[in-house]
Nanobody
Framework: EVQLVESGGGLVQPGGSLRLSCAASGFTFDDYPMSWVRQAPGKEREGVAVISSSGEKAYYLDSVKGRFTISRDNAKNTAYLQMFSLKPEDTGVYYC??????????????????WGQGTQDTVSS
């Protein structure tokens, strides 16, 4: 059974930083691209960042480029999202997701097969 467990969310002031972790189990982690998706209140889910299975390639939502970094440690079966210079518009529930490797690397949530339970990130003063 695929399990994805996110951690590291919370309340932070604008300009602050957070690091999210996603502990994965139940599948061969280093065979699959991994992604982070967020859902703001009243909005649809949007892909924020995706990383290839090897970690060599990554793509980002335009609004987070230069502020967010996705990474992975295949030895630990864990993916990460480091977020700097957070803005109120970054507020939302952040989900870790496994991408179907048959798709080209992309930020479309429709390409993701399994999801974690999500972690709430709130950016507010």
């Amino acid at each position: 059974e695929v399990q994805l467990v996110e951690s590291g969310g919370g309340l932070v002031q604008p300009g602050g930083s957070l690091r999210l972790s996603c502990a994965a189990s139940g599948f061969t982690f280093d065979d699959y691209p991994m992604s982070w998706v967020r859902q703001a209140p009243g909005k649809e889910r949007e892909g924020v960042a995706v990383i290839s299975s090897s970690g060599e390639k990554a793509y980002y939502l335009d609004s987070v480029k230069g502020r967010f970094t996705i990474s992975r440690d295949n030895a630990k079966n864990t993916a990460y999202l480091q977020m700097f210079s957070l803005k109120p518009e970054d507020t939302g529930v952040y989900y870790c997701a496994v991408m179907d490797p048959l798709w080209p690397l992309n930020l479309n949530p429709g390409a993701y097969d399994h999801w974690g339970q999500g972690t709430q990130d709130t950016v507010s003063s």
